[in-house]
């Protein structure tokens, strides 16, 4: 029975130990038994080899080919390449169900330059067209006749910043939350003290009412009084300080998005007491609007994607097969990065009777069929992982990568298992990885035009506004103690990658592209009942060189 896809063909391989280059899957999906040329090529490739070539394909192909030129008994048919000639490749794309899989029932696509994007609508002047069938044919046809792929391994340019796996030092004790939020303190004001005079709180207090004064803080508390104003407590490392925002001046909406534990100035003038700051405005430490993202300096683009969810009922693994299947496609061939933003698994126990929703309930299971799923890949692409909530580590952010046994199970196409959050610079384009679990937070705690899961990319602009990505503790979001807080955005990057809430969004914030990127899992009875409706089997693709993105469908 032939194999339907690139992706099985992959599967089929890595079943018997090898990877395989990307033409060589091509190949294989294209003859007319898949099944037997698969056979053929392993029989064919020496017997340290672990990676099945294009070379041990067309020589297994040729074998199989001269050997049935006169049917045996069997009656088998000789073993073709796709595209051999007009009509016979036309008869095997449609056979194959290469082209249906990995193009057309790919649906449709979104594409959106991003000088299009506006904060308000996520898919503003898109545009949907239809995928086209014959544009697969024409790619596995010229494939098939010895077309090389254009990926150069040499070209490429991918490091990894900001991972703190291996460097945990918190033992939670007291002085250990200290030292986080002194360095955030630190690291924050000093994004923060070019724009206002700054002075302690202590010397603050001493000077004599009346006079104009600009602290930066972290907010200890927000609380609205009986006249209708704020009263906003901030701290810095001498001590703290009262601050009144009058309902009068007109900064309502700027009070609206303040969160506890947030780096923010005030700028105002003392009461004649001196007792506290009259406030004339306030700063979040915020990107720069003149900010100039960077850019390859080469056509190349990053698969953005998270939550994918295997071992879950919900898991779709037939948008998945969809999506791999598209990967190997010369459409697809500039798709050199894929980066992943956690939750590859369901987990277990992550809430209530999830077990009741678990097609595989053991967690190194789920694992093991996860990493049967990124064989699917092609093998030259270069992967990144973060973790997640699902995710076999510590739900405290940030969360290390995983440990060895995982990592071993996990040891696929050399792929780079990071911590959550991290940045990874892929050529010359910093990319903020980070999974996303302080969303929940940000829409809970801010008005909904401001944030909501239907335009989680509008809670991104908050995150990107605050410099971090988890800005208050002791929250739904889980907190680890280090001596240096992990989750600042000291520089700005260039594109804000995030998942969690299993909701398509995108959208640009002073130039910075910020990316939800859906999920993998079609909706569970616990997502029903938190009325949680997913964009389920999304793939954002990016152009490296020029930062536009193309949202493509599979599912």
């Known amino acids: 029975m032939p194999l339907e896809s690139n992706a099985r063909i992959a599967k089929a391989l890595a079943e018997r130990g090898y990877n395989a280059e990307r033409e060589a899957v091509t190949l294989l999906a294209g003859a007319t038994d898949p099944t037997a040329a698969v056979a053929a090529a392993v029989d064919r490739a020496p017997d340290d080899a672990l990676r099945i070539t294009a070379d041990h394909v067309r020589e297994a192909i040729a074998e199989t080919e001269e050997s049935a030129a006169s049917p045996d008994e069997t009656g088998q048919s000789p073993v073709e390449t796709k595209g051999s000639t007009g009509a016979e490749a036309a008869e095997t794309e449609a056979g194959s169900g290469v082209a249906t899989n990995g193009v057309a029932d790919a649906g449709a696509t979104e594409s959106v330059a991003s000088d299009s994007l506006t904060a308000d609508s996520p898919t503003a002047d898109s545009t949907t067209t239809d995928s086209v069938a014959t544009d697969s044919t024409t790619t596995d046809s010229a494939q ?3 077309a090389e792929r254009s990926r150069d391994p040499d070209l490429r340019d991918l490091e990894v910043g900001n991972d703190m796996t291996g460097r945990s030092t918190g033992t939670g004790e007291y002085s250990d939350f200290v030292t986080t939020f002194r360095d955030r303190y630190e690291r924050l004001s000093k994004i923060l003290r070019g724009r206002v005079n700054h002075r302690p709180a202590e010397a603050i207090a001493d000077m004599p009412g009346g006079s104009d004064a600009a602290m930066i803080g972290l907010v200890n508390d927000v609380r609205s009084t009986k006249s209708g104003h704020w009263l906003i407590e901030l701290e810095d490392t001498t001590g703290t300080f009262p601050a009144l925002v009058m309902k009068d001046k007109g900064l309502a909406d700027v009070v609206d998005e303040i969160l506890l534990d947030e780096c923010v100035a005030v700028e105002g003038t003392l009461a004649d007491d001196a007792g506290i700051l009259f406030a004339d405005s ?3 430490p915020d990107v720069p609007r003149t900010y100039h993202p960077g850019g390859a300096d080469r056509h190349v683009q990053a698969a953005l994607i998270s939550d994918v969810h295997v071992g879950s009922d919900e898991f779709m693994a037939d948008a998945w097969h969809s999506f791999t ?3 190997h496609t010369e459409e697809a061939d500039p798709v050199e990065y894929l980066l992943l933003a956690g939750d590859m698994v369901e987990g277990v126990g992550v809430y209530p ?5 678990l097609e595989i309930v053991d967690i190194y299971e789920q694992y093991e069929v996860f990493a049967e799923h990124l064989k ?9 992982m973060i973790p997640g909530n699902h995710d076999a580590v510590r739900l405290a952010e940030p969360q290390p990568g995983f440990d060895d046994e995982i990592r071993d199970i996990l040891d696929v196409h050399d792929a780079r298992i990071v911590s959550n959050p991290a940045t990874v610079s892929v050529e010359g384009v910093e990319v903020l990885m980070y999974h996303g679990v302080s969303l929940d937070e940000v829409i809970a705690e801010l008005p909904e035009e401001k944030a909501s899961y239907d335009e989680p990319h509008k809670a991104m602009y908050q995150l990107l506004k605050k410099r971090h990505v988890a800005p208050q503790f002791g929250g739904h979001t889980r907190v680890a103690p280090e001596e240096r807080d992990y ?3 000291e520089d700005v990057p260039d594109v804000f990658h995030t998942g969690h809430v299993h909701k398509l969004g995108w959208g640009k914030y002073h130039n910075v592209l910020a990316v939800n990127s859906g ?3 079609a909706q569970t009875d616990f997502q029903k009942s938190v009325n949680i409706d997913p964009d389920a089997g999304y793939a954002p693709i990016l152009d490296l060189d020029t930062l536009d993105m193309t949202v493509r469908k599979f599912s």
């Open 144 to 146: 098939s006749t010895g």
């Open 282 to 284: 306030l700063h979040f």
């Open 325 to 327: 299947d598209w990967l």
């Open 353 to 357: 009777d999830q077990d009741e929703e």
């Open 376 to 384: 699917e890949v092609p093998a030259d692409t270069e992967v990144v």
């Open 487 to 489: 989750l600042v955005m």
């Open 519 to 521: 999920c993998w899992q």
